[in-house]
Each structure stands twice: as structure tokens, then as C-alpha cells.
């Protein structure tokens, strides 16, 4: 397995991952609509022809921004949760809330909406609304529903332990820290997701925001989470 992290700027990261001869596209960054950014350009270590999969982790700009571009450049079918969607459709971000005051910090200076040329729409070709084996698809993988960020999101994890999270969990501010989402709908969701993942056989999270993160970093924040809303 090969795992490529692709960083928009100090926004987001997004993954391509190769194994077996194919890659699959977790995530696909930004829309940034600004003069000499491309997809084509952020993937330039990738070999786009051999991307077979696109999967969206969750509905919000900084991940799934890039869609359109990712869908025009690698033809491979989208893999999501129908909550994708709405922002799929119209670009409109699925709902959040502020969970903390780490949360707060993070909304004021980064995740705060703001106004967006809205991607050209594009459609959800693999809807997911439970665990989803990906062996079918040429990876040993396997997609997870990890609600509690949003309630579209999913996680893959590969049966290696290489689990890709999205905004699950995160360091939101690149300080070295390792911590659940800190914009959360659902708390308890959350702490559900955290102990699936668990479960699943996590060694490594690679995250939206940060990251990677072993499973230890990952234990201890979902200790801090459950039992003080760390």
C-alpha cells in the first residue's frame, strides 16, 4: 500500500491511497475557484488513470469541494452517504454545530462558511448508508458509518489498520494534538463512532486536519471525550 497525502494549503488534506494496482481518491479538497489552482495540479504525484474510486468521507467544502474536478479528471465512480447530497447538489455544507470551545476557536478562524462559488453538481454513483465491504472494489477495505461530525460521515479502514477519517477526528489548529470532532451534531453519535473505529482495527488515523495519529493518540482522546468532552 502506498498512501499519498494531498494538502490545499493550510485548509485540508486529502488522500490517495494505491494498493493492488488501483488507487482510490478519499476525498478531493477544496473548490478554491482562484487563479493557478487546479486538482489536476494538487495530484501531480498521482496517476489519475489508475484512480478507481472516489470516496467522500462527508459533506462539507473542504472535502468534497473538489468533486466535480476529481469525477472530469478520473471518470471513477463516487462512493458516499446520500446526506452528501445537499451539498453535492447546491453546496450547501451538512449541518454542525459547535461543540467546545476548541470548537468555537476552529469555526471563528477557519470553518466558518463562507460565501463560495458552489461546485458544479455531480451525482452519488455508490450510496452508503452501512458498513460497505470494498474488497469487491479491488481494496481491502472496508467503509464504516462514523456519524457524530455530521451525520454523513464515514470512515474508511483498511483491514491493515489504516483507518481514513475525515473530520472525526482531527488537530484543528496543527499544534500537535489529537482530539475528536470539535463540531459535532451528535456527541454521543460521536463517542459511537470513536469506539468503532476501535473496533475495526485502527493502528492509524489519517485525518482532514492533521494527523496521522496512532492508536494510542486515538484512545486517549476518546477517553477525554467520553469522560470529559474533550
Request: hydrophobic share 40%; net charge negative; charged share 20%.
Amino acid at each position: 500500500m502506498e498512501i499519498k497525502t494531498i494538502s490545499v494549503g493550510p485548509v485540508s488534506n486529502f488522500y490517495a491511497v494505491e494498493e493492488n494496482g488501483k488507487t482510490m481518491l478519499i476525498d478531493a479538497g477544496c473548490f478554491l475557484n482562484q487563479p493557478g489552482w487546479t486538482l489536476k495540479t494538487a495530484m501531480s504525484g498521482v496517476d489519475v488513470s489508475n484512480v478507481s474510486l472516489i470516496v467522500l468521507t462527508h459533506g462539507h467544502m473542504d472535502h468534497a469541494g473538489g468533486i466535480h474536478h476529481a469525477k472530469v479528471l478520473t471518470g471513477a465512480p463516487i462512493l458516499a452517504h446520500p446526506g452528501c447530497e445537499t451539498f453535492l447538489k447546491t453546496g450547501t455544507f451538512t449541518p454542525y454545530v459547535v461543540r467546545n470551545e476548541l470548537g468555537q476557536a476552529f469555526y471563528d478562524n477557519i470553518a466558518a462558511p463562507a460565501p463560495i462559488d458552489a461546485p458544479e453538481p455531480v451525482d452519488i454513483d455508490i450510496p452508503v448508508t452501512e458498513e460497505t465491504d470494498l474488497h469487491p472494489y479491488g481494496f481491502n477495505a472496508k467503509v464504516i458509518m462514523t456519524p457524530g461530525h455530521t451525520l454523513d460521515s464515514i470512515s474508511v479502514v483498511f483491514d491493515s489498520g489504516e483507518a481514513f477519517v475525515g473530520d472525526t477526528i482531527l488537530d484543528p489548529f496543527g499544534e500537535g494534538i489529537c482530539t475528536f470532532a470539535v463540531l459535532s451534531l451528535d456527541d454521543e453519535a460521536l463517542k459511537e463512532s470513536g469506539k468503532r473505529l476501535l473496533d475495526a482495527g485502527l493502528q492509524s488515523a489519517y485525518s482532514g486536519h492533521g494527523g496521522p495519529f496512532t492508536r494510542a493518540q486515538v484512545e486517549e482522546a476518546l477517553f477525554n471525550l467520553i469522560d470529559h468532552n474533550g
